[in-house]
């Protein structure tokens, strides 16, 4: 009887000093959260061209004019290259990775940074481009077109409507019914570098007052 009242108490003292114990800590998870790319960082750097669709038969890129177009993404800017021996053109860009289709937004600069001005209807309005972008991979999907034209909605190449409008000092003059291509292009990295501004030559002309 005895030894049985000291078995009880035992037991019943191993489950107090039990329940004083905290109970073991989870396992930590060795693998890493991966980190979120946005689409402003899968952008950057160099691109070539590997694909130019413009929905007419007629007017097909060759392979020499693609192999020398580069296009340089650099934070908010975008440098573009249709040539290395030509002026190139620089561009604030905007994305929204919200919408369906993603838009991206390209407002054209001038030497000094700032927003280059277009005069439309005798008003001054920043020289705007309006696109939609995909990424397909590895490959950037652009459906592009003028500043003239409205952003599209599809990627879906479609050759221009009419002939373009004349831009005089006061507007644009004609182009009553023209509607401008909508170009697909398809782009691909490259670790080539973006070619340096090509050096202007001064003027040796006559300079008339």
Same mark, same amino acid.
């Given at each position: ?21 905290? &109970? ?25 061209? #590997? ?13 020499? #004019? ?92 479609? &050759? ?15 182009? #009553? ?33």
């Amino acid at each position: 009887m005895r030894a049985a009242v000291f078995l009880l108490l035992a037991i019943l003292l191993g489950f107090a000093t039990g329940c004083g114990k905290s &109970p073991p800590a989870p396992p930590s998870d060795p693998t890493p959260t991966p980190r979120i790319v946005s689409d402003k960082d899968r952008l950057q750097g160099v691109w070539t061209v #590997e694909s130019w669709e413009n929905g007419d038969p007629k007017e097909k890129m060759t392979e020499e #004019e693609r192999a020398i177009v580069r296009v340089a993404f650099e934070g908010d800017k975008m440098r573009f290259a249709e040539n290395p021996k030509q002026r190139q053109d620089k561009l604030a860009i905007s994305l929204n990775e919200g919408a369906d289709p993603k838009t991206i937004t390209l407002t054209q600069l001038d030497a000094d940074g700032q927003p280059r001005q277009v005069t439309i209807a005798g008003k001054n309005l920043p020289n705007r481009s309006e696109w939609i972008y995909k990424f397909d991979g590895e490959i950037l999907v652009l459906a592009v077109t003028g500043p003239e034209g409205k952003r599209p909605t599809e990627f879906k190449a479609k &050759p221009a409507v009419g002939r373009p409008p004349a831009f005089g000092p006061k507007g644009p003059i004609g182009g #009553e019914g023209f509607v401008p291509a909508v170009d697909i292009v398809r782009l691909k990295k490259t670790n080539e570098p973006f070619p340096d501004e090509p050096k202007r030559e001064p003027f040796r002309g006559t300079r008339i007052k």
